[in-house]
């Protein structure tokens, strides 16, 4: 059948719409249709660490899910708010920062430090985005894409917090089990949490400020104090990342206010799916890994995942999720016209 | 007076880093965040026909302008004419076509400090006592004469016109049968090339150095939002403003500064008016 007399047509499979009701109590095949992405996800995480084989992949497995964080906060910022911030490394360095002082300076230990990092960070970076949230589309992008590079700047030209050395001497989690279960359970809970948050009626406001703002603002609602509040969440969230970063890797730095921070999570957000939040997962899971085992040969990894983001943005650019949702849950087929 | 010499050579060069920023987005409104990478592969190519092919320098400058032309030009057709109108899209495709550019060049090899271009003239000269070398009078030189240049071409010019047309009302353009496409792309190319005569204006003041590619994207974003961007007199007057405060912060403060005055910059101009000093868009359109 030549294209020209067909189109394709997509329908939900059956299962999908029984599944979708009270139906999907009455046998084991439907139950395991809903269930099973879903387990297979949380075993997956749970088992992730287990099933590296030394410490060093261990050691990889807790950077994506580090990274995952600060990708899913974005996705959320983007696709549930929409503010598009190019300043994942802004999160990151500010939390880190805020741990490695809180350790240093006052000697908290890090079971401590992490939720204060991500509390304090994300009042600090509220507060200073706070005077950019009337901007729109690129003005907030590039205004988000500066702050890192000023803050590096200006720890840098201040010399304060160690100046170029960064913080050392940082606590490490207590071990390796710790440390690797914390960042995975982050995960799971970020992940849960942001998809149960979007649909309750304050995630309903966030997506209605993304889609006409002045509708929003003539029924009386206060977006400012709404894009504030979103700012908070995604960015207490990057913090905290952050916060586990800096624990991590037992030291803080100018270089966590690098761009590396604001593009793999785009770049990985992209790719896995933007606006399903598991697709920022998805896309650190395979670019964290690759770009790892690319660590040979040096700068090409960051040539490597600019060509497929640029790639997936023309040719994908609803990401990897959004497809295997689909063949999920609907099927395709040629109908005459 | 020092500050008064300086002040202007800064401020000039900034102003030719910015320039080509400023046109592809006044044109196409496409924020070409690959225009750092663009300057710095146009010093390779100068680089490589000069020194590596032995061709005589003012052709290899003319030779590399056109590449960088050609590249500009096919970077459009290519990639960013699919995602054109989607303003993250198109931040995050010419990013990354930036980093893919200059991250390539790293990897390729091109570091460390051997990579210098020659000066147009040798020698300085004294003026109100502050001695300045000769290529820095040049650059000043053309770099006024390629702004006087590019208002006579954009309004005396049928493509000149067209542009500007473009830049007005694409749709009123597009009606009156200026192929906006090929208008944008022939935008993207003047761009690409005008961050090619920034470089080898400025380049052989330094090494060519991948960094410089950062830096130059950071500056040029700098001066455009400081003069409203896709106004592109504007971004010749906050080159001035930026260059001179520039300036002054090394002389009164110290040279790690400079860096924080151009993002400060950035930062307090969206703040306070994002449609910069001489921005001519509504306010509507870019906050609440």
């Known amino acids: 059948m030549s294209s020209q007399h067909a189109r394709k047509e997509r329908i939900d499979r059956g299962i999908k719409v029984r599944s ?27 088992l992730l660490p287990v099933l590296m084989p030394d410490m060093y992949w261990q050691r990889v497995i807790s950077i994506v899910c580090i990274y995952t964080i600060l990708a899913i906060s974005f996705d959320f910022l983007a696709h549930y708010v929409g503010l598009v911030s190019l300043g994942g490394a802004f999160f990151i360095g500010t939390g880190g920062y805020t741990a490695g002082i809180l350790n240093t300076y006052f000697g908290l230990p890090p079971i401590l430090t992490v939720p204060l990092a991500a509390i304090i960070g994300g009042l600090i970076c509220t507060l200073m985005l706070l005077p950019c949230l009337p901007l729109k589309g690129v003005y907030f992008a590039i205004i988000t894409l500066m702050y890192p590079l000023f803050m590096a700047r200006i720890i840098e030209a201040f010399d304060i917090f160690g100046g170029t050395d960064g913080l050392i001497g940082i606590d490490n989690f207590s071990s390796a089990f710790v440390e690797q279960y914390l960042v995975v359970a982050m995960v799971l809970m970020f992940l849960s949490g942001i998809r149960r948050f979007v649909t309750t009626d304050m995630g309903l406001i966030f997506t209605a400020i993304m889609d006409n703002d002045q509708a929003v603002k003539a029924s009386g609602i206060n977006i400012a104090k709404y894009k504030a509040l979103a700012v908070f969440i995604a960015s207490a969230m990057g913090c905290m990342a952050g916060a586990c970063l800096t624990h991590i890797y037992m030291w803080t730095g100018i270089s966590q206010f690098a761009l590396d921070f604001s593009i793999l999570p785009i770049a990985a957000t992209v790719i896995g799916g933007s606006g399903t939040l598991i697709g920022p997962l998805l896309g650190c899971l395979i670019l964290v890994p690759v770009s790892e085992l690319l660590r040979d040969f040096g700068t090409l990894r960051i040539v490597f995942y600019a060509s497929i983001l640029v790639g997936f943005i023309l040719f994908r650019s609803d990401g990897i999720m959004v497809f295997g949702q689909r063949k999920y849950e609907q099927f395709e087929r040629w109908t005459k016209i | 007076m020092e500050i008064l010499v300086y002040g202007t050579i800064n401020s000039v060069s900034l102003a030719l880093m910015g320039l080509g920023f400023a046109m592809v987005y006044g044109i196409s409104r496409v924020p070409n965040f690959a225009h750092g990478a663009l300057y710095v592969i146009c010093g390779f190519v100068t680089w490589t026909l000069f020194q590596k092919l032995g061709l005589p320098y003012f052709i290899a400058i003319i030779l590399s302008l056109g590449v960088n032309g050609v590249l500009g030009m096919l970077m459009y057709r290519f990639v960013l004419i699919r995602v054109r109108g989607m303003n993250i899209s198109e931040i995050i495709a010419s990013y990354a076509i930036g980093l893919i550019i200059l991250e390539g060049l790293r990897f390729g090899g091109f570091r460390g400090m051997t990579y210098t271009l020659p000066v147009f003239m040798e020698g300085s000269l004294m003026i109100g006592g502050v001695p300045v070398d000769y290529h820095r009078i040049v650059m000043t030189i053309i770099g006024i004469l390629l ?20 830049a007005q009302d694409e749709r009123a353009a597009l009606m009156l049968g200026i192929d906006s496409d090929f208008m944008a792309m022939l935008a993207m190319g003047f761009g690409a090339v005008l961050a ?52 002054l912060t090394v002389v009164y403060i110290g040279s790690h500064f400079q860096m924080v005055v151009a993002i400060l910059a950035i930062i307090l101009t969206l703040i306070l008016k994002p449609s910069g000093l001489f921005g001519q868009q509504k306010e509507l359109e870019e906050r609440v």
């Open chain 1, 20 to 46: 979708d009701g009270l139906y999907a109590l009455m046998s084991l095949r439907e139950l395991s249709y809903l269930t099973l992405p879903r387990f297979i996800l949380i075993a997956g995480m749970m």
């Open chain 2, 147 to 166: 702004v006087a240049g590019l208002w006579l071409f954009t309004h005396h010019t049928r493509i000149g016109l067209a542009l500007q047309g473009m």
């Open chain 2, 196 to 247: 090619g005569v920034a470089a080898t204006l400025i380049m052989p003041l330094g090494n060519i150095v991948v960094e410089s590619g950062y830096h130059v994207l950071i500056m040029s974003i700098a001066v455009c939002i400081v003069g409203g961007l896709g106004s592109w007199m504007g971004a010749f007057f906050a080159a001035f403003i930026i260059g001179f405060a520039q300036i």
